[in-house]
């Protein structure tokens, strides 16, 4: 296990991320909930045949359905939480969910249909950016540019006049509309901002195959050259070392 050197101070975190994930597969395997890995954890999956060695989180995708089993057995979960964070949830080692400090966390991303009017699509995605906006704490002012800055003040402080209970209501809501009948698209709308405008083909989690990670296996999208391409590009291409980082909401 983990034969690659540790260049990035990942290995104890990627250590004890493996061990969780180890233990929700197991937890799914018994419910028979179906997931895939995805974004950064697929990557290291295709690329690396486990991690990334830069990253410190991993990354599943389920559909709609899959979650809502999800969100009604992970009582079962023994030692873990669920929690959700801004718009997206998180598991967490049961002890850990409040600290303030980083916290190994596995994220779920859910997967909902995009609508097939276009103009319905991007009236759906920019108003998750903007909640997005307002849902937001502690913005990093710094990683954006002029114009995006005023865009956050402003969605920020127009968030100020709803309670984050209110937020998260229409956030979910909205993230189901064209859920009610069959779709060409799918997209994961509790992703980061820059990628709430990423589709995927409806057939995204039709077919799921194990593949190796680390010591061990887990599921994943058997279009996963589909789903990294649409995400990455050329991902099989390690970025410049600049940019070997890992993304955190």
Not at 103 to 123: A, R
Not at 134 to 150: G, L, R, W
Request: aromatic residues 14%.
């Amino acid at each position: 296990m983990f034969a690659k050197e540790d260049l990035y101070n990942t290995r104890a975190t990627q250590e004890e991320l493996l061990a969780m994930m180890k233990d929700i597969h197991a937890f799914f395997e018994r419910e028979k909930i179906t997931y895939s890995l995805t974004s950064g954890s697929l990557l290291g999956a295709v690329r690396e045949n486990g991690f990334i060695p830069w990253d410190d989180d991993m990354d599943i995708m389920v559909d709609r359905k899959n979650f809502e089993r999800i969100l009604s057995a992970f009582d079962g979960c023994k030692g873990y939480t669920l929690k959700r964070d801004l718009w997206i949830y998180r598991i967490r080692r049961e002890g850990n969910e409040n600290t303030e400090e980083y916290q190994p966390t596995v994220d779920i991303f859910v997967i909902d249909n995009v609508p097939e009017n276009k103009l319905q699509w991007k009236w759906k995605v920019l108003r998750l950016k903007t909640l997005q906006g307002m849902m937001k704490k502690k913005p990093d002012y710094k990683k954006y540019s002029f114009i995006h800055k005023i865009l956050v003040a402003a969605t920020r402080f127009l968030g100020l006049f709803f309670t984050d209970n209110f937020k998260w209501k229409r956030y979910d809501k909205i993230s189901k509309i064209g859920n009610k009948k069959p779709t060409k698209y799918v997209a994961m709308y509790d992703d980061l901002y820059k990628y709430l405008s990423v589709r995927y083909d409806a057939d995204l989690m039709a077919s799921l195959m194990k593949h190796p990670f680390e010591d061990t296996e887990f599921y994943i999208t058997e279009k996963y050259d589909h789903s990294l391409t649409v995400l990455y590009g050329d991902y099989m291409t390690p970025p410049p070392e600049n940019e070997r980082i890992s993304a955190h909401l």
